[in-house]
């Protein structure tokens, strides 16, 4: 079992910048990819980037290349999210997810493992 526990969330204005973080029970085969996902109201949840623990490329959603960047704590087994230059549309709840499969995908059915998200909040 792999436990997730995120946080770091809060109200930013525009422009501004947080760094989410998401601390993992434990690095094992059932954890091999991590991935940041969000969820705005009333639409579904979409991939913002995601990585391998044992290597591998990082990969971000066209909508937050060269805002955001996900990095890594190997000792700590803690993945972070670091967003600057948020826009109102990146508003959302922000879940972080482990996957056991063989290569990292945007797909939120291909992850086993949730937390419990983080609310976000860009004001205008």
């Known amino acids: 079992q792999v436990q997730l526990v995120e946080a770091g969330g809060g109200l930013v204005q525009a422009g501004g910048s947080l760094r989410l973080s998401c601390a993992t029970s434990g690095r094992t085969l059932a954890s091999v990819f991590m991935g940041w996902f969000r969820q705005a109201p009333g639409k579904e949840r979409e991939f913002v980037g995601g990585?391998?623990?044992?290597?591998?490329?990082?990969r971000y959603a066209d909508s937050v290349k060269g805002r955001f960047t996900i990095s890594r704590d190997n000792a700590k087994n803690t993945a972070y999210l670091q967003m600057n230059s948020l826009k109102p549309e990146d508003t959302a709840v922000y879940f972080c997810?482990?996957?056991?499969?063989?290569?990292?995908?945007?797909?939120?059915?291909?992850?086993?493992?949730w937390g419990q998200g983080t609310q976000v909040t860009v004001s205008s």
């Open positions: 997810a482990a996957s056991s499969r063989a290569r990292l995908s945007d797909s939120p059915s291909e992850y086993d493992y």
């Open positions: 990585f391998g623990w044992f290597g591998g490329n990082t």
